[in-house]
């Protein structure tokens, strides 16, 4: 609820200037890994070493959801020998991580990036294929903006 | 269905107006549901838990043969062979259709793996990249990325109708109308694509398929060899005409069925679908530079256990999620702008089927 509410407030006070789109990182094969370049978009609104501390979380929890290894093989072999009738009740570990990575964005986003004006889309609801950020601009005209504290955020209204 | 769908419409704009009454508004009209606009050509079942491709005509014949070659097996050759050989028969045979029908039900009616397409923002996002970095002039340049994967490099190749750079291994199914993951082929017997999350389900189900038409077979063919040395193969076969059909439907099945699932075994352990295996994408014949199979652990037992028994991935098309009443989106447009996409392509060359990932 409280995210809903800083959602409001950051829509009510602010307008959406652009977005910018984190890609997929294929060098280590079709796992999911996303891109930590920091995009130059965002160098004049959030710290550099959230954004990569975010990214690299990020990565860190999808590894963990598509490491082979003892317990994906169990989840296999169990699955297989009933038929895969077992799909349709039991949670598969990837979706149990999933809910974990959803938590940790909007953690994220509570903490970092709406008091920063951005705000950042869960990868699951772009298909995993991109992290997609909105950016904010503040409106001049309203005085008590979402944005607080920080002073990369303030000079949104002097920016062109 | 078109006539609500226009009538949903007419409402949303007028009540829609001030937010305070978009909550009572939308609480009158019926919630939609996104599976209900989806892109893609597939039929939608359970209020969008399950899916499938447009066309399932062979998919009721495999369901139709198995269901009457086996309910023979249990009605006719069954009591015979519990009586005189073993109870172990009817129970295997039992276990064997069982795994059976079910692998093939979660075959057809799983999510293969498709890819959502690009949202209209990202899809103006890459145009504007491509822009920046490609040649400029009248033909646009071809669209393609490459990559390095595990020291091979891969090309990617742009989706017209996707609005996006496939990722390595996924195609496009022209049937379907999807971007698929891990795309092994379109099969008309399961009616659904074969792709990332529903492989290993069709893997079991040939194998096990294999294993119940082998089973069948060499059941009837000792109860037909029990009876004829009582009575004579002819009186056998007057006394039990359906053990006749039987060998008839598992003789001519079972080498096709066989030869499938000695394919997907070869596939299974070296990490290949049978797109990239019929394209040769990975095949040291195809150029003179060494050219591996980059996604392989090169190790036949790695590969298997990677691709059986992998952790399952999750669906990434939200079908059972609701609709943003402020979005309105309508299938009927969304299919005029992929065929556009396609006309596009055909203009440039390009075919959205044809890739070489």
Redesign the interface.
Known sequence: MAEVHNLQELRQSASLAT?V?IQ?D?????LCQFQTKFPPELESRVERHYFEDTVKTLNNYYAE????GGT??F???L??IT???I?ICME????KV?KKISKYIQEQNEKIYTPRGLLITDP???????I?IAIYEDRCSSGSSSSSGTGSSTSSCSRG | MKECEYRQIALAPGNGSAPASQAPASRKQRRRRKWESFAGKNRFFCGGRLMSGRQSGAFYLTLGLIFSTSGLFFGFDCPYLTENLTLAIPIIAGLLFVFVVSTLLHTSFTDPGILPRATPDEAADLEKQIDNSGGSGYRPPPRTKEVVINGQTVKLKYCFSCKMFRPPRTSHCSLCDNCVERFDHHCPWVGNCVGKRNYRFFYMFLLSLSFLTAFIFACVITHLTLRSQNTGLLNALQETPASALELVVCFFSVWSILGLSGFHTYLVASNLTTNEDIKGSWSSKRSSEENTNPYSYNSIVTNCCAVLCGPMPPSLIDRRGFLDPDTIQLPGPQRKVSQGAKTEVNLVGGDPNDDVN
């Open positions: 977005k789109f997929r294929y060098t280590d094969g079709i959801a598509e490491k082979i994906s093989y989840e296999g072999c699955a297989c038929a895969y009738i799909f598969t570990r990837y979706e999933l699951i609801e772009r298909g995993l294929r991109v997609e």
